[in-house]
């Protein structure tokens, strides 16, 4: 029932994945499966609620932002999950797990001989059993072992040495050890200690690789949101399409409207609006008309332009982004995450360890015999199952709580470095705000007015109208005829015999020609609407929360001075104006260089080097491709909280992986001396084994409600 | 030992099954949503609602 299904059909279909927000029930699944299904267009849709996505198979012609409004019509909020989709059958976890499955199968049925042989079971019984055991044994580790034999393989290949050589090597000379052992019908076979053994590294290993996230280009979903061509108007008048690479400075584009534009450049004719928000994350469009700079990647909204090209291809302003983002990706890559940091200690010791017993039980006057297996029993005793565990077990364990309260954090190491930020970088525009126009009051009160109103507002597409449209919801639109759509200007027609204007101040009548939007009806008085753009609902207590626990936070915008002043006095937190991509990278590194740990967060192309630059980065998850990708964490939903939520789990979890280190080592302090000291039988060391990697199992589970 | 001659081949061909039906799920993607696993009993399956083929 939970298999994928998949429908066979003659037309090739295009498979999407969104991120969900605000599913919560069985009835939320049903309701978007039998929902989208039933769209046009769309053939199936399947649900993941573990990770809160949707899978949709659906026509090529059918766009992303159609799918989204469909899914918004069923009342839920989606974006599409930018990335690789992480098919938990497939791949480096499945390996893993079905590794672990056979390392476990093994682990149970040769306990079950061990145990009787514990119990006291003696001469051709125990024999017996051992055979069997082997017989158990060595293919189990011939399957379960073959992730570690081939990484420890090949870093001895390039002459170097990980946690998986001590691994291996002790694996390997145990088993060989046990064989001997068993053929000369001797009284200790370790055969149970190497397949538990294989199983907890196993457990460690695949909460690890559920945890990594595969590298994830960027740069490449950017540059896949341009157009790839652009119709070129000749001199004597024709246009023809011609391929994004040929177009060159000086050519004359013809845009069409709902087109995004191939290059940078200048408008020689039409004016329109231009949705600038791929560029500039800046939700209110911008006017264009003859003279002024538009940029590649934007899109225009109301009318055809035509536009003389500034700059083509690898020129345009957003291939300069792409490439800073591009050389701001490297700094990140030399993060050490903790458990390698472990295990670079951790190889060395172990060898010199079993080793100085070999020679020391030599000297001592015992035979090769007893000292090869108080080496080995001491490479048993100090495997780093525990070890393996305490990093992964309390990452997956708090990204489970972080996925509850809306957050989803996409690589384990993320977690890490979040915890050792002192220093928030926000965005404005849709991160701090929530990036899209809202109307602040003001509306008038007049039934009439507001039914005019409405009826202007509902014949636009224009983010303003729509602001108009919400805020009016059960209000009866009254009847209107002529309406035009002025670029630049508004909306009007006439409502009642009267003509009703919507749009800018001059040109509806207000003597105040600053002003936001305005509205008239026929003679009445101009009403001047207030639209902002919100904050999010808890972001003044998200601030707070952070100041209190002395997070520097600053505010980054690239909007104009007042505006974000404005915001940053109502927040009471520190904010720059007029950012460029460039300068919010300049102060992500200038911040770095002085020793502060940044987190930055954001959700536009304009924070994308800055997002990839900072030592940890987060995103809403409405935030651009370009964001979500860039960022290591992302979190749904209209609060800001989960910013200082997130933090103060990744503080909770460096604490308890802490814990768990100290423990793990702690246990091999004690076990091995008793190693050293040859009196560990294959029965410590299994109690010893599971004991400890049972404890920072529990120890990890603490974390469940560490998301608050 | 003549009841040990029965009784573990058969411990091991129960262990073998357990284990080639654990492949056979994780094969077919039955580990992908538990979380959704456990909500989809809830949910009244439509007659009338297209049924989705199994492979």
Redesign the interface.
């Known amino acids: 029932m939970t298999a994928p299904a998949r429908r066979s059909c003659a037309t090739p279909l295009e498979s999407t994945t969104f991120v969900v927000d605000g599913l919560r029930c069985a009835g939320c699944i049903s309701k978007l499966e039998h929902g989208l299904a039933a769209v046009p267009g769309i053939a199936a849709a399947r649900v993941n609620f573990t990770t809160r996505r949707v899978r949709v198979d659906h026509l090529d012609e059918m766009g992303e932002a159609d799918i989204v409004a469909s899914i918004a019509s069923l009342g839920f909020s989606a974006h599409v999950f930018a990335g690789e989709e992480q098919d938990a059958s497939k791949g480096e976890s499945r390996t893993l797990v079905l590794a672990m499955a056979v390392a476990g199968f093994a682990a149970m049925n040769v306990m079950l001989l061990s145990v009787s042989i514990w119990s006291g079971a003696d001469g051709a019984t125990r024999t017996l059993f051992h055979w069997l055991s082997a017989l158990i044994a060595l293919p189990a580790v011939a399957y379960s072992g073959r992730p570690f034999f081939g990484s420890a393989w090949a870093a001895l290949c390039k002459g170097r040495t990980n946690m998986d050589v001590p691994i291996s090597v002790g694996v390997l000379l145990t088993l060989v050890m046990s064989l001997y052992e068993t053929a000369i019908g001797g009284p200790h076979a370790y055969f149970d200690s190497v397949v538990m053994l294989l199983f907890f590294l196993l457990c460690g290993r695949f909460l690890d690789s559920v945890m990594r996230t595969r590298a994830e280009d960027g740069v490449s979903a950017l540059l896949g949101r341009m157009p790839i061509d652009a119709t070129v108007l000749t001199s004597n008048g024709t246009a023809t399409r011609r391929p994004i690479d040929e177009i060159a400075p000086g050519m004359r584009l013809l845009v069409t409207v709902g087109e995004r534009i191939a290059a940078d450049g200048i408008v020689l004719e039409g004016t329109s609006e231009i949705d600038r928000s791929l560029v500039t994350g800046e939700s209110l469009p911008e006017c264009a008309s003859p003279g002024s700079a538009v940029l590649a990647g934007t899109i225009n909204l109301l009318a055809p332009l035509t536009i003389k090209v500034t700059k083509a291809g690898g020129d345009t302003a957003i291939a300069d982004i792409a490439r800073l983002m591009e050389s701001a990706g490297r700094a990140k890559s030399h993060y050490v995450r903790i458990a390698d940091r472990a295990s670079r200690l951790y190889a060395p010791a172990v060898h010199s360890l079993a080793a100085l017993t070999f020679a020391g039980w030599l000297v001592a006057g015992a035979g090769a015999h007893q000292a090869a297996i108080a080496a080995i029993a001491v490479l048993i005793i100090t495997c780093p199952c525990a070890l393996g565990l305490a990093v992964p077990i309390a990452q997956v364990v708090v990204a489970g709580a972080l996925m509850r309260r809306g957050v989803l954090v996409k690589d384990g190491s993320a977690l890490e470095r979040l915890a050792q930020t002192d220093t928030v970088l926000l965005d404005k525009t849709g991160t701090i705000t929530l990036g899209r126009p809202a109307v602040a009051g003001a509306l008038p009160d007049a039934p009439g007015e507001r039914a005019a109103l409405l009826a202007l507002a509902r014949a636009s597409r224009h983010p303003i109208a729509r602001a108009i449209e919400q805020a009016l919801a059960g209000v009866e639109a009254a009847g209107a005829t002529d309406l035009r759509e002025m670029p630049g200007l508004g909306l009007a027609a006439v409502v009642g015999g009267v003509e009703a204007r919507l749009g800018r101040p001059d040109w509806v009548g207000a003597r105040d020609p600053n002003g936001g939007t305005c509205f008239r009806l026929g003679n009445n008085p101009v009403r001047q609407l207030t639209i902002r753009d919100e904050p999010r609902p808890d972001a003044a207590q998200a601030i707070r929360r952070l100041n209190r626990e002395h997070f520097a936070c600053e505010m980054l915008s690239g909007d104009a001075a007042p505006v974000v002043s404005a915001l940053a006095d109502e927040l009471r937190i520190a904010g720059s104006a007029r950012m460029t991509p460039d300068s919010k990278l300049a102060i992500v590194r200038e911040l770095e260089a002085s020793g502060r740990q940044v987190l930055m967060v954001g959700d536009g192309l304009n924070d994308g080097p800055a997002l990839k630059a900072a030592a940890v980065s987060m995103a809403p998850a409405a935030a651009t491709d370009v964001g979500r990708l860039a960022a290591d964490l992302l979190f749904l939903g209209d609060g800001l909280m989960a910013v200082p939520i997130a933090i103060a789990a990744a503080r909770r979890t460096m604490h308890v992986i802490r814990q768990n280190f100290a423990l793990a080592v702690g246990y091999n302090l004690l076990a091995v001396p008793l190693a050293i000291a040859g009196w560990v039988t294959p029965l410590v060391a299994a109690l010893a084994m599971s004991g400890s990697s049972l404890l920072v199992v529990a120890n990890a589970l603490r974390l469940r409600s560490a998301a608050r | 030992?003549s009841g040990?001659a029965l009784l573990?081949p058969l411990?091991?061909a129960l262990?073998?099954s357990?284990?080639a039906a654990?492949?056979w799920a994780?094969?077919?993607?039955?580990?992908?949503?538990?979380?959704?696993?456990a909500?989809?009993?809830?949910?009244?399956e439509?007659p009338s609602?297209?049924v989705?083929?199994?492979?």
């Open positions: 030992m040990l573990i411990a091991l262990g073998l357990a284990l654990f492949f994780a094969r077919n993607g039955q580990f992908d949503d538990l979380d959704g696993a909500l989809r009993v809830l949910i009244d439509d609602a297209p989705e083929p199994d492979r």
